[in-house]
C-alpha cells in the first residue's frame, strides 16, 4: 500500500506546482446562463451509487474509472463486445497511439462495492477532437479477445436542443475516486454542446449523460471552474456535454445503437510514433504520446530511441539557458523524459539527467515553488526506490530551499523515516494538527503523515480513523480532499461510510 502512495504522489508530480485537471474546454461554446450556486452537503449526503435511482444504478455498472500514467478520468462501455467511450483529453489522439496503449480500469469503485481493477489494452477505433470523444476496443491483452464488460449502455439519439430543460443524471468518478451520481438539468446550447446546472470535478471527464431510463444521451467533457478551491458550503455548478446526436452522426451510425458503426475509417486521426521520423516539429507530440503510453520508446529503431532522448536533453538544456524558461516546457524535457526512462539510461547519462533535474529545481525554486523543487530533487531516486539516497538528497534539499515545516512536508518526511525537523517531533505535529491554522485545508496530507507513521509502528490504527471521520464530518474541507479521504475510508475504514 505504501508503494501505491509512493507512486500516487509521484505521478502527480507531472504537472508541478498547480493542481491538474483531466478537464479542458472544447470547442467554442460557452455559457449564456450565470453560475449557480447550490447548497454543497446534498453533494455528498444522497449521491453515492447505492441511493441511485434503480435504472441510474444498473447503469452505473458500465461505468469505469480509466487509469493513465497521467491521471484518472470516466468512461463508459457501449457494447457487449467491449467497446469503450471516454473523451478524447482523457484518452485519444494526444496520448495513445495508432497501435493502442494499456489503461488501467476500475469496476465497482463505489461505496457497499468491492473494486476490481486491472490492466487492459486498448485499441483506437475513433476520435474527434471537436466533440472531445474517442472509442476503444478493448481487450485483456495485446492482440487477444475482445473485453466482454459486465454491462454497458445503450446510446440513443438526442440533439442538444431537445435536451434543454431535460433533467439528466451523469455517473463518474470525480477526482478519480468513489463513484458518485447526480441529477442535473440542461441549461443552455448550441447545435452540438450544452450546458448542465451541475458540478463536475476533475475525474468526471468522460461520463455520461443519462436520461431517465439510464440511456446515454451525451457525454461530459469539461467545467470552466477551478473546483478543488471550493468547499462544502457552495460552489458554481455549470459543466458543458456534447451530444449523443453529434456522436453518432460523427461515428456513421443511423441508428440508436454503436454495435455498427464506419469506426476504422477514423484510425487516421491517431498518430504512430513508430512510424515517425523524429524532428523538430513532432519530436514533442511524440513525447507526449508516450507519456501516456506502455511503450517507454518506439521498439522499432535504436536511432530513433537515441534521437528522442537525445532531443529531449538538447530541449531541456536549451529552456533551462534562457532568463525567463517556461515551466511547461521544462516539466516535459528535464522531469517527465528521465522519470520515465531512468531506468534505461547508462550510469553516465543519468548522472548528466541529475544535473538537469537539479537545475530545474533551482529554478522552480527561484519560481516560489520551493515545494514542487524539493520533490523534484526526489524523483530520481525515488523512481528507482533507492531510499538511501532519497533521505540523504531530502535533507540537502531542506537545507539548499529552506522549506518551512508544512503538512505537505511532513508527508514527504515521515514517507522516509524523518522524525525530527527543525527541533520540532513530527509525531506530535501530526497528532495535534487541529492546532495549526486552516488545517481544514491540509486533511490528505493529515492523514498521508498518519498512515506513515502507523507503517513505522508509532501511531495507532484508530488515531487515524478518528480524524478520517472528523474530514468526512468537517463542512470545510475541499471536495477534492474529500473524495480522496472518502476513499481512503472505503479502503481502510469501511464502516465509517455505512
Not at 446562463?33 to 449526503?45: M, S
Not at 510514433?273 to 513532432?282: A, F, K, R, T
Not at 486552516?438 to 495507532?460: A, C, D, P, T, W
Amino acid at each position: 500500500m505504501k508503494n501505491v502512495l509512493k507512486m500516487k504522489r509521484l505521478l502527480a508530480l507531472v504537472i508541478l506546482g498547480s493542481v491538474t485537471h483531466l478537464f479542458q474546454a472544447c470547442g467554442v461554446f460557452q455559457p449564456k446562463t450565470e453560475e449557480r450556486v447550490r447548497d454543497v452537503p446534498e453533494f455528498f449526503t444522497y449521491k453515492h451509487i447505492n441511493a441511485a435511482p434503480k435504472k441510474i444504478s444498473e447503469a452505473a455498472r458500465a461505468v469505469v474509472r480509466i487509469g493513465t500514467q497521467m491521471g484518472a478520468g470516466t468512461g463508459f462501455f457501449i457494447s457487449q463486445s467491449g467497446l469503450l467511450m471516454t473523451n478524447n483529453h482523457v484518452v485519444g489522439t494526444d496520448n495513445c497511439s495508432i497501435e493502442g496503449c494499456y489503461l488501467q480500469l476500475t469496476f465497482g469503485f463505489e461505496r457497499g462495492n468491492k473494486a476490481d481493477s486491472n490492466t487492459y489494452f486498448a485499441e483506437p477505433l475513433f476520435s474527434d477532437t471537436n466533440l472531445d470523444v474517442s472509442v476503444f476496443q478493448i481487450r485483456d491483452e495485446k492482440g487477444g479477445p475482445a473485453f466482454r464488460p459486465p454491462h454497458f449502455l445503450k446510446v440513443v439519439h438526442k440533439t442538444a436542443p431537445a435536451l434543454m430543460g431535460e433533467r439528466l443524471y451523469f455517473v463518474g468518478h470525480p477526482g478519480g475516486e468513489l463513484k458518485k451520481w447526480v441529477a442535473t438539468e440542461v441549461v443552455d446550447y448550441d447545435k452540438i454542446k450544452f450546458s448542465t446546472d451541475n458540478l463536475a470535478l476533475g475525474g468526471s471527464s468522460g461520463s455520461p449523460y443519462l436520461n431517465a431510463d439510464g440511456d446515454v444521451v451525451g457525454i461530459l467533457h469539461s467545467t470552466h471552474i477551478g473546483s478543488d478551491n471550493l468547499t462544502r458550503h457552495g460552489y458554481s455548478t455549470v459543466s458543458f456535454g456534447t451530444s449523443s446526436s453529434a456522436i453518432l452522426e460523427a461515428l456513421g451510425s443511423d441508428s440508436g445503437s454503436l454495435s455498427i458503426y464506419r469506426a476504422n475509417q477514423n484510425q487516421s486521426s491517431f498518430k504512430n510514433p513508430s512510424v515517425l521520423e523524429v524532428n523538430e516539429d513532432n519530436a514533442e507530440l511524440i513525447l507526449t504520446i508516450l507519456s501516456n503510453s506502455r511503450k517507454e520508446l518506439p521498439s522499432t529503431s535504436t536511432v530513433q530511441e537515441a534521437a528522442l532522448l537525445g532531443f529531449a536533453e538538447q530541449k531541456c538544456d536549451d529552456f533551462l539557458g534562457e532568463n525567463k524558461p517556461i515551466i511547461e516546457k521544462l516539466t516535459l524535457y528535464c522531469y517527465q523524459v528521465p522519470i520515465q526512462h531512468i531506468k534505461t539510461l547508462t550510469q553516465d547519462r543519468r548522472w548528466k539527467w541529475d544535473a538537469r533535474m537539479s537545475r530545474f529545481a533551482d529554478v522552480l525554486h527561484d519560481a516560489n515553488h520551493s515545494s514542487s523543487a524539493l520533490r523534484v530533487l526526489q524523483s530520481i531516486d525515488q523512481a528507482i526506490d533507492d531510499d538511501s539516497k532519497l533521505v540523504r538528497r531530502l535533507k540537502n534539499g531542506l537545507q539548499r530551499y529552506g522549506v518551512p515545516l508544512s503538512f505537505e512536508l511532513a508527508e514527504q518526511l515521515t514517507d522516509v523515516g524523518i522524525l525530527n525537523y527543525e527541533g520540532k517531533h513530527l509525531q506530535s505535529y501530526i497528532e495535534n494538527y487541529s492546532r495549526q491554522a486552516h488545517f481544514e485545508k491540509y486533511y490528505v496530507k493529515i492523514i498521508f503523515s498518519m498512515f506513515n507513521l502507523n507503517q513505522l509502528r508509532l501511531l495507532g490504527g484508530d488515531v487515524i480513523k478518528k480524524t478520517v471521520a472528523r474530514a468526512l464530518g468537517d463542512g470545510n474541507i475541499t471536495l477534492g480532499d474529500y473524495l480522496i479521504v472518502e476513499a481512503f475510508a472505503y479502503r481502510h475504514f469501511p464502516d465509517l461510510l455505512n
